[in-house]
């Protein structure tokens, strides 16, 4: 795919360019960044100029991912950087993000999220985004549910993280949550009818079988 620019009302997404890694070295130097993402650490220069000049615009080119810099509309700075990869799953990605720490607290992330996930759905045929991050970090599951993303649960030694596997979040938007078609026919499941309770206003006999338990099960605390 040629590499495309997203526009919000104050900050435009656009593809990295060779001239970013100082900033993308800069930003990546904060231990939170380095702590809760899979970049590097130590981050070096060179990985800097790895990430802009080679994989992210190789991921253009092959349709793998799709990474864009967070730069904001006055005056040209980067605040971050946010990723739309492909998943294994028919119609499927995942959103991943980190945000500079002097541009933390002001939203930035937050728009950002919504017209990558906009742009997803109406341009990649996406059927559903998905959010993972480590357990405990918060300010990320912040701002996929500022977005709109419901949180779907846990998932155990779900992200290998410089050679340790950890449990994960993990949360999901589709076409529907923005008020928009999908690609194929969403049908949610139903939720279970209980099973009739079995009436025991009349009271068992003391250390006898309760109604609607089967033989061996155990009423005692």
């Known amino acids: 795919m040629e590499p495309i620019t997203l526009t919000t009302e ?26 809760w993402t899979v970049v590097p650490s130590p981050y070096t220069h060179a990985d800097a100029e ?14 793998s991912m799709y990474n864009f810099a967070v730069v904001l509309r006055d005056g040209g700075v980067v605040a971050g950087a946010l ?25 930035y992330m937050t728009e950002a999220v919504r017209a990558a996930a906009h742009w997803t759905f109406t341009s990649l045929g996406g059927d559903r985004l998905e959010w993972r991050a480590e357990v405990g970090n918060e300010p990320s599951r912040a ?34 949550d923005l008020g928009l078609p999908g690609a194929h026919p969403y049908l949610p499941a139903t939720a279970p009818t209980a099973a009739p309770r079995a009436d025991l206003s009349s009271g068992p006999a003391p250390g006898g079988p309760v109604p609607g338990l089967p033989t061996g099960l155990s009423t005692a605390p």
């Open 10 to 35: 104050r900050l435009l997404l656009r593809p990295f360019r060779g001239g970013d890694a100082d900033e993308v070295h800069a930003a990546c130097q904060d231990p939170d960044i380095q702590r």
């Open 50 to 63: 790895l990430f802009t000049r080679k994989l992210s615009p190789g991921g253009w080119q092959d349709d």
């Open 83 to 107: 990723g739309i990869n492909r998943r294994n799953l028919h119609d499927t990605y995942e959103v991943g993000f980190w945000t500079a720490k002097k541009h933390r607290g002001l939203g």
């Open 143 to 176: 701002v996929a549910r500022r977005a709109g993303f419901r949180m779907e649960g846990e998932q155990r030694s779900g992200l290998l993280n410089k050679g340790v596997r950890r449990d994960i979040w993990v949360g999901a938007l589709l076409p529907s």
